[in-house]
């Protein structure tokens, strides 16, 4: 059904990293409203951010509070644009003042994957030889995937998803873990070799889905947005960005989730690890979908009476003293 919110003349002006990945996702959102607003213009404004622009630092030692959505911000705010489109493992939990998150969109598959050189599409993460050299800029992965795999070897990698994979097709690694969202995104799902299970790694908060970020209060943007809102993806998001929220922890900490919704039901498990992988404090609650918040509440408090606030306070000391 055509919605008549948007008034045929207005232009809605949708922000957007410069990136092929995020282009794409941005490209999706703009298709979608148009169909649903024919009569609508829906332009684009590519913007670089900060992430966008450091690729020869590791993400951890850059800072990580708006890396990737600063600039996108701060185009709403002065009112350049109406509303960004992010991936919503990007967006941090505390958004700057007059800005909210206005939707969540229907999540593609969250779980990471596993992409390897030619030299060995006969293994899987567990087959690999020791020594193996495996890249990922996530520290998360990093930290799970050393408690798993303590016999490979792991280095850092920066760059959109083309330049990854050239990397690995040149040599410089024996394998990548990418989100296998991205991947399908960009037409590439063939090069996915394992889809990694979340007893191995768990997914990054919000992983997979976007997020739609606009002004507070901007109504009439607000209701625009809706069309594209998917509820069980909105409540096991919103779960999960509380977890992380109450933890405390920005996008580059190990901290893990995985959410299944059945019937009206919501299971949340999360975890969090140390740097070198040798600690890691994993746990899971169950409870209503609508208490969403209240369940990512209850297990980020569970997991620091576990010891997850210790492994977290040591971290940021290593980053700040790196």
Partial sequence: MTSTVVNPSHTVRLGSRKSQ??????????????????????????????GDKILDVPLAKIGDKGLFTKELEVG???????????????????LPEGLVLGCI???????????????????????LPPGAVVGTSSLRRLAQ?????????????RGNLNTRLAKLDAGEYDALILAVAGLHRLGMGDRIDQVIPPEISLHAVGQGAL????????????????????????????????????????CQVPIGVNTVIEGDQLTLTGMVASLDGKRLVKDTVVGAATEA???????????????AQDILNEIFAQIQRS
């Fill in 76 to 94: 709403m705010l002065n009112k350049e644009t109406d509303l960004a489109v992010h991936s919503l493992k990007d967006l941090p939990t505390n």
């Fill in 145 to 157: 995937l050393r408690h798993h795999f303590p016999h490979l070897e792991f280095k850092d990698i």
């Fill in 105 to 127: 969109t229907e999540r593609e598959n969250p779980a990471d994957a596993l992409v390897l050189h030619q030299n060995y599409k006969d293994k899987q993460l567990d087959t």
């Fill in 293 to 307: 918040e209240q369940l990512g509440i209850e297990l980020a408090e569970e997991l620091k009476n576990q010891g």
């Fill in 211 to 250: 997020g739609i970020e606009c002004r507070d209060g901007d109504t009439e943007i607000l209701e625009i947005i809706k069309v594209l809102e998917h509820e069980p993806t909105k409540y096991r998001c919103l779960a999960e960005r509380a977890f992380l929220r109450t933890l405390e922890g920005g």
């Fill in 21 to 50: 990945l995020a282009l794409v996702q941005t490209e999706w959102v703009q298709a979608e409203l148009q169909k649903h607003y024919p009569n609508s213009t829906f332009e684009i404004h590519k913007m670089s951010t900060q």
